[in-house]
C-alpha cells in the first residue's frame, strides 16, 4: 500500500513538473506589461515601442508587449518592486535607480567614468558589464540589456554653471542613489533626490531648482519649458536597464526567452543610434526653445572631477575593489 501511494506521488510529481516547465520551443499566447518613465515622445518611448513590435513579429504576435510610458505603472523604484513581486513583466529604467536592490549597479554611477558612448557600449557589453547584470538574479530581477540613456549635463533656473562656485545652494534634484546624492553635495549643490515621475512639477513649482541629465531627456520632457540655463557638464554616463519579473521570466518556454532577448539586443542597437542623433540636435533644439547654453573650460571640468574624487572611492567600498578594477581593465581595453 505504502509502495503503491509512493509510486503514485512519484507520477504526480513527475507530471506537474512537466506541465509547470514549458516545452522549449512552446510559444504560448502572452500579455507582457513593459513600463517605463518618459514621454512615449522620447528615445525611450520609441526604443519601447520597437521592442513591441519586434516581439510581436518574432512570435507571429502570440507575445503581445503593451508599453506603458510616463511612468503611469509608477516611478523606476515601484516598478521594480513590481517586478520582484511578479505583479507586472517587464520595464526600462535607470541603472542608477537600482542601487538599493544590488549596490554593485553603483559601478555605473562614477562621476566621469566614461570618455565616449563607444567606450561605454564596450564596457557595458563586455562579460563585466554582464556579470553585474547577472547580480539582480538573487533580488527577482532579471536584466536583459542596457539602453543609452546618456552623458549628463546640468540645467538649472539661478545662473549658468561657470565654475564650481556657482553650484553652490542650488536645490538640485537627483536620482535616488547615494552616489549622485554624495557626488553632488561634493560640489556644493544642494542635492535633493526625487523620483523622475515628481520633477517637472518640482521644477515648475520652484521646489527645487534644477536638475541634471541628458539633452534628449531635457527636450522629451520639456524641461526648458521651466529651466532657463543648461551647462554642459557631461559630468557622468548614464546607462538604462531592460529588466524583466525573474518569477515571471522562469516561467517562460526557452523559446520565448529567445525572443524577448533578441528584440531587447535589436531594441537597444538601434535606441542607441536614436539617441546619438536625436543628443547632435537636441542643443540646437533647447537653444531655439529660449535656453541660456554655457560650456565649461577644460581647467573648471579638471576642478570638478577633482571635487568629485571622493565619490568614486564610495563606490569601490559600495561595488568592491576586485569589480571596480574589472571595470577599470575593460576600459583600457575600449581606450586602445
Ligand atoms: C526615467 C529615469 C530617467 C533618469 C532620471 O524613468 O531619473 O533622471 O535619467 O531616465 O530613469
Known amino acids: 500500500m505504502k509502495r503503491l501511494l509512493l509510486a503514485t506521488l512519484a507520477v504526480a510529481t513527475l507530471t506537474g513538473a512537466m506541465a509547470a516547465n514549458a516545452q522549449s520551443d512552446e510559444i504560448r499566447s502572452r500579455m507582457i506589461r513593459f513600463g517605463y518613465g518618459l514621454n512615449e515622445d522620447s528615445n525611450q518611448g520609441r526604443a519601447a515601442k520597437l521592442f513591441a513590435d519586434e516581439v510581436a513579429k518574432a ?11 510616463a511612468a503611469s505603472l509608477g516611478s523606476d523604484d515601484q516598478m ?30 562614477t562621476p566621469f567614468l566614461f570618455d ?150 535589436k531594441a537597444r542597437d538601434a535606441e542607441r543610434e536614436d539617441t546619438r542623433a536625436e543628443a547632435a540636435r537636441a542643443l540646437a533644439a533647447l537653444k531655439e526653445q529660449g535656453m541660456q547654453v554655457n560650456e565649461l573650460s577644460p581647467e573648471v571640468t579638471a576642478q570638478l572631477r577633482e571635487k568629485a574624487q571622493p565619490a568614486i572611492q564610495s563606490v569601490i567600498d559600495r561595488v568592491g575593489q576586485d569589480l571596480f578594477q574589472e571595470v577599470e581593465a575593460e576600459l583600457k581595453k575600449a581606450a586602445q
Not at 59 to 69: A, I, Q
Not at 186 to 201: C, Q, R, Y
Open 80 to 109: 521594480q518592486n513590481a517586478l520582484i513581486g511578479g505583479a507586472q513583466e517587464m520595464m526600462v529604467g535607470s541603472t542608477a535607480t537600482l542601487v538599493g536592490i544590488t549596490e554593485e549597479m553603483a559601478v555605473w554611477d
Open 116 to 265: 565616449s558612448e563607444q567606450q561605454a557600449d564596450a564596457v557595458l557589453d563586455s562579460e563585466v558589464g554582464r556579470k553585474i547584470m547577472d547580480k539582480l538574479e538573487e533580488k527577482g530581477l532579471v536584466g536583459l540589456v542596457y539602453w543609452e540613456n546618456g552623458f549628463r549635463n546640468m540645467t538649472n533656473n539661478v545662473r549658468p554653471i561657470e565654475k564650481v562656485d556657482d553650484f553652490s545652494g542650488i536645490k538640485l534634484r537627483v536620482m535616488p542613489n547615494p552616489v549622485f546624492l554624495e557626488t553632488f553635495k561634493l560640489l556644493g549643490a544642494n542635492a535633493v533626490p526625487l523620483p523622475f515621475s515628481e520633477l517637472f512639477t518640482a521644477l515648475e513649482t520652484k521646489a527645487v531648482d534644477g536638475q541634471e541629465n541628458p539633452y534628449n531627456t531635457v527636450l522629451s520632457s520639456k524641461f526648458y519649458e521651466v529651466q532657463k540655463y543648461l551647462t554642459v557638464t557631461n559630468h557622468v554616463y548614464s546607462p538604462w536597464i531592460v529588466t524583466a519579473s525573474k518569477r515571471w521570466w522562469d516561467s517562460l518556454s526557452e523559446a520565448e526567452r529567445d525572443i524577448l532577448m533578441a528584440a531587447a539586443k
Open 59 to 69: 512570435s507571429g504576435g502570440k507575445l503581445k508587449v503593451r508599453t506603458f510610458g
